[in-house]
């Protein structure tokens, strides 16, 4: 059983939006600032999407954001792109025993 | 270009070891920590642990399912990290990812106002070696 808990999937229709969400607790999610998401494509590595919760790295779309409210964290993607169909995974720093915990995934289908 | 290159997978009996190495290049390997994170088959992502870089003291911090079997190193001047993994068990199969590590999280110890300096995200991932622990 995963730290985080992600839905096993969600699905929208290319040009719509979808959340996905990731829920901890005061000792990780909740008690930090340091969420990252990961998009990872089937036989592939997994990629950096967004880090301290909202950030983007450079040359990911504007389409992907972040968020959190209290013990949970959220990753929108707007206007879907088939390309973005994946497994997208959440991730937490844990304080200074536990250090990093990640969520289970999520599979995006867009339909 | 930067890229991360793991080697040494392969098939292992339990109880048995094997050491990973991840070749850096394109970018100061010395400059930044290193992460190990580890995906079975099937699952998902479960982060092993990392190595700081040198001027963060070059220590290791584990995840507590590896802590005492693995050992994360670093040998700047061949830009190689590398991952010992000693008395395998069989849930230790799973493809290892060789990660670089963002900006530190820097978090003062109160006690003796030490800085501490950990990682949780990773910007840079290479492709994966396999490790499969089977007799």
């Known amino acids: 059983q995963s730290a985080l808990t992600q839905p096993r999937s969600v699905s929208g229709s290319p040009g719509q939006s979808v959340t996905i969400s990731c829920t901890g607790t005061?000792?990780?999610?909740?008690?930090?600032?340091?969420v990252s998401w990961y998009q990872q494509h089937p036989g592939k590595a997994p990629k950096l999407m967004i880090y301290d919760v909202s950030k983007r790295p450079s040359g990911v779309p504007d389409r992907f954001s972040g968020s959190k409210s209290g013990n949970t964290a959220s990753l929108t993607i707007s206007g879907l792109q088939a390309e973005d169909e994946a497994d997208y995974y959440c991730c937490s720093y844990a304080g200074s025993y536990s250090y990093v915990v990640f969520g289970g995934g999520t599979k995006l289908t867009v339909l | 270009e930067v890229q991360l290159v793991e080697s040494g997978g392969g098939l292992v009996q339990p109880g048995r070891s094997l050491r990973l190495s991840c070749t850096a290049s394109?970018?100061?390997?010395?400059?930044?920590?290193m992460s190990w994170v580890r995906q079975a088959p099937g699952k998902g992502l479960e982060w092993v642990g990392f190595?700081?870089?040198?001027?963060?003291?070059?220590?290791?911090e584990y995840a507590a399912s590896v802590k005492g079997r693995f050992t994360i190193s670093r040998d700047d001047s061949k830009s190689i990290a590398y991952l010992q993994m000693n008395s395998l068990k069989t849930e230790d199969t799973a493809v290892y990812y060789c990660?670089?590590?963002?900006?530190?999280?820097?978090?003062?110890?109160?006690?003796?106002?030490?800085?501490?300096?950990?990682?949780?995200?990773?910007?840079?991932w290479g492709k994966g070696t396999t490790v499969t622990v089977s007799s």
């Open positions: 190595i700081r870089s040198k001027a963060y003291g070059g220590t290791t």
């Open positions: 394109g970018f100061t390997f010395g400059d930044y920590a």
């Open positions: 990660t670089r590590d963002g900006d530190p999280i820097v978090v003062v110890v109160a006690a003796t106002q030490r800085e501490n300096y950990y990682y949780y995200y990773m910007d840079v």
């Open positions: 005061s000792s990780d999610v909740g008690g930090y600032n340091y």
